[in-house]
């Protein structure tokens, strides 16, 4: 995944009228991308004991499939 820092030299060296925003916008775009990827990828399912067969989503293993360590 691009740090900040490269997508700024990156945007800078594409387009001299970039904006600030822009590449604050484009910097999140990517990184929710990616996090939904690896929560797509990751999210597990665990048995709950309404009846024999059932299952639910574990919330955690979502929340815990992207690290906010990624995000430079």
Excluded: P
């Amino acid at each position: 995944m691009i740090t900040a820092k490269e997508l700024f030299d990156k945007m800078l060296e594409g387009n001299d009228e970039c904006t600030s925003t822009e590449m604050m916008v484009e910097f999140a775009q990517r990184h929710v991308t990616e996090a939904l990827k690896q929560a797509s990828e990751n999210a597990e399912t665990k048995w709950v004991k309404y009846t024999e067969n059932d299952y639910e989503i574990d919330k955690d293993s979502i929340l815990g499939s992207y690290s906010l360590k990624n995000v430079k």
